[in-house]
């Protein structure tokens, strides 16, 4: 598949509380600041790349505590236990005003690239939290990716070798912590678009490095491998 595009987004870039919506979180302030309100470090991430990359950035940064931009309209954690209580109308205003416009902008943006003729590799950007449900996970980055589709399993495996070189150290595994074919944006876009054109992969890393010396070379690796590859 000859790559001429790509695109970085991020769906948990922030844990913003629409001024609107600031009652549902009264006295939950832990669990917005936590990695349940959004993702630490993904949009440090996202943002480094897109400029390595010179590739078109889309992120958001209202907390996934309000509406999951991650998963689909049908998904029973679409709204958090904090927010399910809303009412249908509510709901449908929260789509409209948070959910839609971000995952159409992304949606439209490679849809042009495809019908210009180009092919296209999306980056999901995300972290996740070390420890989860009091069992510490043992991969350092995650390729989520769709077994099923030969373009991006070709693809992961080449960029895991690179990164393998960079990272010697780090463990770098396909469909860890989360399994590429969750439900999830990539996995939606997936039945928009076919595997020739339209790659999509999760970027999952491990918060634990945030803050810490090595968190600078992992973005770096991440870059540099992808400009090799691309």
Avoid at 3 to 19: A, F, M, R, W, Y
Avoid at 153 to 168: E, G, I, M, N, R
Wanted: glycine share 6%; net charge negative; charged share 20%.
């Amino acid at each position: 598949m000859n790559l001429s595009q790509v695109v970085i987004s991020c769906e948990h870039g922030g844990n913003h509380i629409p001024d609107a919506y600031q009652y549902l979180f009264s006295g939950h302030q832990q669990a917005v600041e936590s990695h349940r309100g959004w993702d630490p470090g993904a949009l440090d991430i996202a943002k480094f790349l897109a400029e390595q990359l010179n590739a078109p950035l889309f992120y958001h940064i209202t907390t996934r505590l309000l509406i999951e931009l991650n998963r689909s309209l049908h998904h029973p954690d679409l709204f958090s236990e904090f927010s399910h209580s809303l009412s249908e109308d509510v709901k449908k205003q929260v789509i409209k005003d948070y959910y839609a416009p971000y995952r159409n902008q992304v949606e439209k943006h490679i849809a042009g690239y495809v019908r210009n003729g180009q092919n296209v590799i999306h980056l999901s950007v995300h972290t996740f939290t070390p420890i989860f449900k009091g069992i510490r996970r043992t991969v350092d980055i995650g390729l989520l990716l769709d077994p099923d589709r030969a373009e991006e399993v070709a693809f992961c495996t080449s960029w895991q070798d690179k990164l393998a070189t960079a990272l010697p150290e780090k463990r770098i595994h396909f469909n860890e912590p989360y399994l590429g074919k969750d439900d999830g944006f990539t996995t939606y876009l997936r039945t928009k678009f076919p595997s020739t054109k339209y790659i999509g992969i999760e970027i999952e890393v491990n918060q634990q490095y945030i803050e810490q010396p090595e968190w600078q070379g992992i973005q770096q690796a991440l870059a540099q491998s992808l400009l090799e590859l691309l």
